[in-house]
């Protein structure tokens, strides 16, 4: 049974950091990428950043240049540091598998349950 368990999520005034972790257990059947979306109260869940399976980063503009995403396969644990941290940042982030693109059957993606970040000024 894969378990994705999201931690590091807080309270922070504007201008702190967090580092978020997620712990991926359980087996994959397949090469994935490890993303992080998040979601605000009475908004769409949205795209943050993800770690492809071959080392690629890519990051939401919103984010680019205050977040850095990074990704220890040996420990299956992604990690997000949250630098200048902005009200907008508030939300439930949550990580997320996806098979890799070289992957050519079927591969399920999984979903942690999420770990708060507030931004307060």
């Known amino acids: 049974q894969v378990q994705l368990v999201e931690s590091g999520g807080g309270s922070v005034q504007v201008g702190g950091s967090l580092r978020l972790s997620c712990a991926a257990s359980g087996y994959i059947p397949c090469n994935y990428d490890m993303s992080w979306y998040r979601q605000a109260p009475g908004k769409e869940r949205e795209f943050v950043s993800v770690s492809d399976s071959d080392g690629s980063t890519r990051y939401a503009d919103s984010v680019k240049g205050r977040f850095t995403i990074s990704r220890d396969y040996a420990k299956n644990t992604l990690y997000l540091q949250m630098t200048s941290l902005k009200p907008e940042d508030t939300a439930m982030y949550y990580c997320?598998?996806?098979?890799?693109?070289?992957?050519?059957?079927?591969?399920?993606?999984?979903w942690g349950q999420g770990t708060q970040v507030t931004v307060s000024s």
């Open positions: 997320k598998t996806d098979p890799s693109r070289t992957t050519r059957y079927y591969c399920p993606s999984y």
